[in-house]
């Protein structure tokens, strides 16, 4: 670890030993429910379900634990309506979130659209907005609930919705739970998490190792996480400081053309590996000025060292000349990548009664600013047997770059009910981003920039609750996504980049803008019993995609693609016996172009003399799945055994670089899925589990790009003379077996 960690965890040392004190109880924020909601960035009043202008599904740290789901990104994949995943790096912990067409994915290059918030602050990356789902610990997690919409209160990037996670307090989660898990693919993981409180003040701490192979050749992981907090509260102030550390080491080996399907374990080329080291500290504060005044703030300290080594192939190779230093078959680009962030947030929240009419109003700002230092060195390589790469050259340096971020805004809600059963939110913020770009080798001096872009969005919703079971909304909103340094530098079709090892001087791109219109209604017939539909419609302007512009899938550039549509049906049913439970979840999503563009596609079969393709409006944007289907059965049969099935069926995908929808190898086929769950308590305190993934050992890809394979030689040799056009895809996980045992200590 590095000596930043030290100072860090000693803070938090003496944070949880002043913890240990008497309090009150946790306030509602820190509470494992949802039926309270919060939909403001800091603690609010709490805001009954009933009264929200949005599709909200929630899980809870006992779904977590139950589902044992790998992290949070899976737990969700599982059973929220409109959520899949897609695994471009064939490493369990880098997949790619999607919902509704929008993307929260650690990818450096993806177009981000969800925004992630944990304990109200920002978890989207300064440097392209990505989200690491390996550093969210899981067993930190109380809540996490996902609001739909284009909400601007959340701030930029919250294009087609907001996942706002809360972690636990020793309030909620007093005693310790241990666990240890062990199976397939070389799996093993130990967790521990223990939490008490006195009168006023309480700690939470976990901490989580787990190191597996992986199922593919050259692809294991390593995740190191510890996550501290302790608070303090008497009946009008509540102060909690929490750390979270991570130390982890993910390794992928990229998707495989479909004439290497034959071995889907075997890697097309490595190493390529993501090294991410976070220091995440973050002190929240609210005190009730009256009973129904709210003040709340926050200030954070993040930092993010990552690290990153690729193998990719020499498009350029010339096999008329001898392969050696100055004409290699490959290259290994090592990438640094340093992230400083900073914020506070301040916000007021109060009830007053004009005339006959009550209003809950929200008034806040905050301040996020950033520095990332992007460094890359280029090593000239030649290829092994089975495809890793060995250095010809040492490492020289191929680009720095710098970047500054300041984002600032100020939102307001308004909750007014003028009517019985009626409740109106009007909400908007102005934002404020600015992005400075920085040469710092000295020798591309037109990389420096500097843009500015500023925008009011507003949001408007209502909700009407004819019968306690019933509720009907429906809500405008517009959300607004800023390019993010790594689009800014890299968005000339002149001079593709090699994601994320490359960086020019490009064309300023425009910021993107989100407008959705949704309605729908949650029902309860029955106590047992919950439906909710809705449907919904998003377009963005302006919109960003990343084009494929060489033979390589990672090569290209990012350019404003006109407008998009995403569209469509989600419907979710819960029932609940004594012994019996069941979810079903039903998505349906047509995520496709509105204006027309040329692109560059040098792999696609349809592409012109020009290696270009022609998008045309209502063509579907790749990697977006247009229906999915979940189940999920928990069955109960006696006190101390509970049964579980999940079963999941996904539509088909195009490819990327097929957005013209025509290149002859088609979109991926649709799939399906089933796991089976097991846990049995031998005592008060023990459980064992038992986990089945791909039950029935289907096979199928969550993931399509074209490309151009270079290993078209006898026995998969390099040849690029041969090298042929071919579809990527990530072949998905066989069947796998995990055994887990959890003991319990004081756990109320």
Known sequence: MKSGWAALVAFAASTQAHAQTAGNPATATEAPTVEVIGIRPLPGLGTPLRDIPASVQSATARELSEGDARDLADHLARGFAGITLSDAQANPF???????????SPLLGLPQGLSVFVDGVRANEAFGDMVNWDLIPRNAVAT????????????????????????????????????????????????????????????????????????????????????????????????????????????GTQALPLSMLQQPRQAYTWP??????????????????????????????????????????????????????????????????????????????????????VHELTFGGSLDGATATFSQERQEAAFTADRGTVGLTPFAPHVQVGARNAYRGLYFIDQLSPAQNWTFT????????????????????????????????????????????????????????????????????????????????????????????????RLRPTRKLR??????????????????????????????????????????????????ALTVAYSYLHAAYLTPFRMRSP?????????????????????????????????????????????????RQYARG????????????????????????PGRDWEVSLKVDNLFGRDYRSFGVLGRNFFAGPGGAFNAAAAVAEQFVTPGAPRAVWLALRHEIDRK
Not at 639 to 651: D, E, K, V
């Open 531 to 580: 439906i909710s539909a809705a449907l919904y419609r998003s377009v963005l302007n302006d919109d960003i995609q990343f084009v494929t512009s060489g033979a390589s899938p990672n090569a290209g550039f990012f350019q404003n693609t006109g407008s998009t549509v995403r569209e469509g049906l989600d419907l979710t049913f819960g029932a609940r016996e004594e012994k019996f």
């Open 94 to 104: 880098q997949q790619s979130l999607n919902y509704r067409g929008f993307t929260a």
């Open 272 to 357: 390529d590996r993501t090294d991410n080291d976070l220091a995440f500290l973050t002190v929240r504060a609210s005190r009730f000025i009256e009973n129904d005044t709210l003040l709340s703030a926050s200030v954070y300290l993040r930092t993010l060292d990552q690290g990153t080594l690729a193998s990719n192939v020499n498009d350029s190779f010339d096999p008329a000349a001898a392969a050696g230093p100055g004409n290699a078959t490959g290259f290994n680009d090592r990438g640094a990548l340093r992230q400083r962030s900073a914020g506070a947030a301040l916000q007021l929240v109060m009830s007053r009664e004009l005339g006959e009419t």
């Open 603 to 651: 792999n696609n079969s349809s592409r012109d003399a020009a290696d270009e393709i022609a998008v045309e409006r209502g063509n579907a944007i790749p990697s977006i799945p247009q229906s999915a289907l979940k189940l999920l059965a928990d069955w109960t049969p006696a006190p101390r055994l509970s049964l579980g099935l999940g079963w999941a069926w996904f539509a």
């Open 144 to 251: 996490a609930h996902l609001l739909s919409g284009s909400n601007p209160v959340f701030g930029l990037n919250t294009l087609g919705g907001v996942l706002s996670i809360q972690t636990k307090s020793g309030f909620a989660f007093p005693g310790t739970a241990l666990r240890l898990a062990g199976g397939a693919f070389g799996r093993r993981s130990a967790e521990a998490e223990t939490g008490g409180h006195g009168e006023r003040a309480d700690y939470f701490a976990a901490v989580n190792l787990h190191d597996e192979a992986g199922w593919r050749e050259h692809s294991p992981s390593a995740l190191r996480q510890a996550f501290v907090k302790g608070g303090w509260q008497d009946a009008r102030t509540d102060l909690d400081v929490s750390l979270a550390l991570a130390d982890n080491s993910m390794q």
């Open 426 to 521: 009007l909400a908007g913020r102005y934002n404020i981003a600015r992005v400075l770009l920085q040469d710092r080798s000295g020798l591309r001096p037109e990389l420096d920039g500097d843009h500015t872009f500023r925008r009011f969005n507003p949001a408007l919703g209502v909700n009407w609750n004819p019968h306690p079971a019933v509720t009907w909304f429906a809500s405008l909103s517009q959300g607004m996504r800023v390019p993010a340094p790594v689009e800014l530098t890299c968005a000339d079709p002149n001079a593709p980049c090699a994601l994320p090892n490359q960086f020019l001087a490009d064309p300023e791109l425009k910021p993107v803008l989100a407008r959705t219109v949704e309605a729908g209604a």
């Open 658 to 681: 097929d957005e013209n929808n025509r290149d002859i190898h088609g979109a991926l086929p649709s799939y399906a899925l089933a796991q089976a769950f097991a846990r049995y308590r």
